[in-house]
């Protein structure tokens, strides 16, 4: 039986090289892939025309009026400005004492809305999710929820209404025998009373999002927490928390965000000149600059300072939960 022989190459012959692979057709699938998806689910994509349309008539062409912060503005005239003149502006309003008391403010009005008013959605959304009676629960779901539909108008009027002088406050306040205190007057209570007022509107809404991410728990954790002996509390802090932390990050970010965009309407419709030192934020420091003065420009600077500002937050915070718990927005 005979082996066969391996030929060995001639001494100054070389290998013939390896054949060269087909081209991919990955990347022509990749551009073709888009047109074959919107040919087949183009009912879908349409009905993303009218919110595509509004982002971009409401949001983004605006922007090009930010062009009016470094140009001199007068009403009448072109609507992009009628001379050019720099970082004029900025330094006005860097140089204003009046838009630092603003901005102060601002900064106490939106910490104190982010630290009351973030995490009592989520206490209450706990709280609901541990009530076994569903006509108990279903009663305070709608008793929370109803503040939110409430026009904003209306909500300041209550507020004013029970906070007046013969208010039913301070009638409570005359049973022990304390003297009225005029609570929409006063510097002091503002921020008390504008935080307490979003509570009160805010609190039950927020908490629909918690209670959908509570229904994604899977119950075997549950039933896992209960054989090594865990309580409710436990239960509560070593399963229900984690589970809807990436919920409240989300959310904690988006408010972190908006943390200078402090509720205009609402402050516009509670403040009054005796208690501009606390209650004037920047929103409604442009309305009376930029509307009732006819300052633009001054106005269109401090709104591009307070957009850059608020940038700068919602990408740290990105970041920091990116890095920190693992979680973020992009």
């Avoid at 609901?128 to 305070?140: G, T, Y």
């Amino acid at each position: 039986m005979s082996t066969p022989t391996r030929s060995t190459p001639s001494p100054g012959t070389q290998d013939p090289p390896p054949p060269k692979p087909a081209p991919s057709a990955a990347p022509r699938l990749a551009r073709g892939g888009w047109r074959r998806a919107l040919r087949r689910d183009w009912q879908l994509y349409s009905l993303a025309v009218l919110p595509l349309l509004f982002f971009l008539v409401f949001r983004y062409l605006p922007m090009i009026g930010n062009v009016i912060a470094f140009r001199r503005f007068e009403p009448g005239g072109s609507i992009f400005g009628e001379q050019w003149v720099g970082l004029r502006y900025v330094e006005m309003f860097l140089s204003d004492p009046t838009f630092w008391q603003v901005f102060r403010n601002t900064l106490w009005m939106g910490a104190l809305t982010l630290v009351f008013c973030f995490p009592i959605p989520i206490v209450l959304a706990l709280l609901l999710n541990e009530v076994r009676r569903r006509s108990l629960k279903r009663f305070v779901q709608s008793v929370s929820y109803l503040p939110h539909f409430l026009s904003i108008v209306i909500v300041a009027g209550i507020t004013m209404q029970m906070l007046a002088v013969d208010g039913p406050v301070n009638h409570a306040l005359g049973w022990f025998g304390h003297d009225p205190i005029r609570f929409i007057q006063e510097p002091g209570w503002f921020r008390t009373i504008y935080v307490g007022s979003e509570i009160w509107q805010t609190a039950g809404w927020g908490t629909i999002l918690y209670l959908a991410a509570l229904t994604t728990i899977d119950e075997d954790l549950y039933e896992a927490a209960r054989i090594d002996g865990a309580n409710r509390w436990q239960q509560i802090w070593h399963v229900t928390l984690p589970g809807i932390r990436p919920t409240m990050i989300t959310l904690l970010i988006l408010n972190v965000g908006t943390f200078l965009a402090v509720g205009f309407e609402k402050v516009l419709l509670l403040y009054n000149p005796l208690t501009y030192p606390t209650a004037d934020v920047i929103s409604t420091y442009l309305y009376r600059a930029g509307v009732e003065s006819n300052s633009f420009s001054y106005a269109a600077a401090i709104g591009l300072f307070e957009a850059v500002i608020g940038l700068v937050l919602i990408t740290s915070a990105n970041q920091l939960s990116r890095r920190t718990v693992g979680t973020s927005l992009w």
